[in-house]
């Protein structure tokens, strides 16, 4: 029997500042992939995320919408919660990074690092509205693009082009509108310089099997050369500072965010009575997955293992960084504002989270950017899971004259084929290949309806009693095994079949109906889609 391993699995922290739609979705799906099939396999799982509830644009949109900023990131992160709720994410623990204990342990872990020399003060130029009486950061300035001569915020144009400080200069405060002067404002600094040699070798010791977009965008910070990062801001929402002369000041959310893969593990294993260094200490976890979109791989690939190493504390790397790219809608951006949106509750109604699920992981932007339209995800459900999958069970549980499916001998040529099957797919989801895997399991599919045409049980029933009840039961267990290879991907499904069947339980292993099966009256699986 193998080792149970101990596999910690962080989910990106979506912005509680607007809703979750399907892009976001197709760069967070494959960390639920990876934790059912984990959980299979008999290993030991922590499955974490949370909403992201501090910085600017929060701060912002309450000042606009004149209420506190806690109202404002509740209210997204329940909306977080209920979206994952419908795709059956399996989360141990969905948190917020305004939580009590979140800030309590994120101020211990920037203790330790700050008593470790890797937090520093310094003084640097800053932008100062005399009116609002504060000084500004980026996102609280708008000023007019150079390059394209639009107006934007101080954090980069929608053009592409980033700022410089001498171009915010001649913006103005995104509150009152006023001008804005230059002071001098203190910062506490993480030394993110520090660990350019270490990052390197981090890489080189994990490039052979992480996506190539993770390995590129690596490479190319570090090609720049790490810079040292302010932890601190001029903003009263966010995590107080715990050292003295920053009353003012809250800390910076790019670095209170990624720890909580390690503050959200914390918390889980201790209201759980498991170890929490078991999933977190180099020495005892075995796997932890990132999993995240393109445009956060700099914070999983090299911030938060540098903010490890200041710790100083063996604490386990990444050693999966599952890095998604973008989804488009309808061939373009997804976006509210021009109209090119579909709330995900609305794409599940039409057809199910089960075939969402799968369109996303079988279809979805993986190595390269994809589309989603409603045309292309009625196609997938109709010809790949209607036809196939529903189609094999209804024909198999639902056969004209049958009462019961009597225990019989397994055909060894499907249970050796079976058998291969498990192994093929497993073996690509631990590559966090998984589209690869979603076209293994359609495969399976498709040998499943084979055996069942070219053995024609509509003709054995009249003629061939024996060999119809043995073909007949070879399909009965293959739809068992389903119920198994399914759940990664199509977890409803899979619990469906196995109370039809009555199953005992999930396995990632080879599964046989060891009695008689009762059938009784049972709903089609799927309904087809009409766009």
């Avoid at 604490?315 to 309808?330: A, D, F, G, R």
């Avoid at 690509?428 to 359609?442: M, N, R, S």
């Avoid at 069947?501 to 396995?507: A, G, Q, T």
Wanted: aromatic share 12%.
């Amino acid at each position: 029997m193998s080792k149970k391993r101990n596999v910690l699995i962080g989910g990106a922290w979506p912005y509680a500042n607007s809703t979750l739609h399907v892009g976001h979705l197709s760069g967070l799906l494959p960390g639920d992939a990876l934790a059912r099939y984990h959980r299979l396999k008999g290993d030991n799982v922590v499955y974490v995320s949370g909403s992201d509830c501090h910085g600017t644009p929060i701060t912002l949109r309450a000042v606009k919408e004149k209420v506190s900023p806690k109202v404002i990131s509740d209210k997204f992160h329940e909306g977080f919660v209920e979206t994952f709720n419908l795709l059956n994410f399996s989360y141990n623990l969905y948190t917020q990074t305004s939580t009590d204990f979140h800030e309590k342990e994120v101020q211990e872990l920037l203790k330790k690092m700050y008593d470790n020399g890797y937090i520093y003060e310094k003084e640097d130029n800053a932008l100062y509205c005399e009116h609002c009486q504060k000084f500004v950061e980026d996102r609280e300035i708008i000023y007019t693009c150079k390059k394209c001569g639009k107006t934007a915020k101080g954090d980069g144009c929608d053009c592409g082009e980033v700022p410089t400080f001498e171009d915010l200069k001649e913006g103005k405060c995104a509150v009152c509108n006023n001008k804005l002067i230059v002071g001098k404002d203190k910062n506490l600094y993480f030394k993110l310089s520090a660990f350019q040699s270490k990052i390197e070798d981090y890489l080189k010791e994990h490039e052979s099997h992480w996506r190539v977009n993770a390995i590129n965008e690596t490479k190319k910070y570090l090609k720049m050369g790490l810079i040292d990062r302010a932890i601190t801001r001029n903003l009263d929402w966010g995590i107080k500072v715990p050292f003295e002369g920053y009353d003012n000041k809250r800390i910076y959310v790019w670095i209170e965010a990624v720890l909580g893969y390690v503050t959200a593990c914390k918390r889980y294993c201790l209201e759980n009575n498991l170890n929490y260094n078991d999933y977190l200490k180099e020495n005892s976890c075995d796997i932890c997955y990132m999993v995240h979109g393109k445009d956060n791989i700099n914070f999983h690939t090299i911030i938060f293992p540098a903010l490890l190493m200041a710790l100083n504390e063996n604490y386990k790397l990444p050693s999966e960084i599952v890095s998604s790219e973008y989804l488009t809608l309808n061939g373009d951006k997804i976006s509210k504002s021009t109209g090119n949106y579909e709330e995900t509750v609305d794409i599940v109604s039409k057809g199910s989270s089960d075939t969402l699920r799968f369109f996303i992981l079988g279809y979805g932007p993986e190595k390269k950017d994809s589309d989603f339209s409603m045309k292309l995800y009625a196609t997938v459900h109709n010809n790949e899971i209607v036809n196939k999958l529903g189609n094999f069970v209804n024909r198999t549980l639902k056969f004209k004259g049958l009462s019961e499916i009597k225990k019989d001998i397994m055909d060894v040529d499907v249970k050796k084929i079976v058998l291969e099957y498990y192994e093929k797919i497993g073996a690509k989801i631990e590559e966090y290949e998984f589209k690869e895997a979603c076209h293994l399991v359609l495969l399976l599919l498709e040998y499943a309806n084979k055996y069942y045409d070219d053995s024609k049980p509509w003709v054995l029933f009249k003629e061939n009693i024996s060999e119809f009840n043995k073909v007949i039961y070879t399909c009965l267990n293959i739809i068992a095994n389903l119920a198994n290879i399914l759940n990664p991907f199509m977890p409803e499904t899979s619990l469906k079949i196995k109370d039809i069947l009555d199953l005992d339980s999930l396995s990632w292993n080879y599964t046989e109906i060891e009695k008689d099966l009762k059938l009784k009256e049972i709903e089609p699986l799927f309904t087809r889609m009409n766009v």
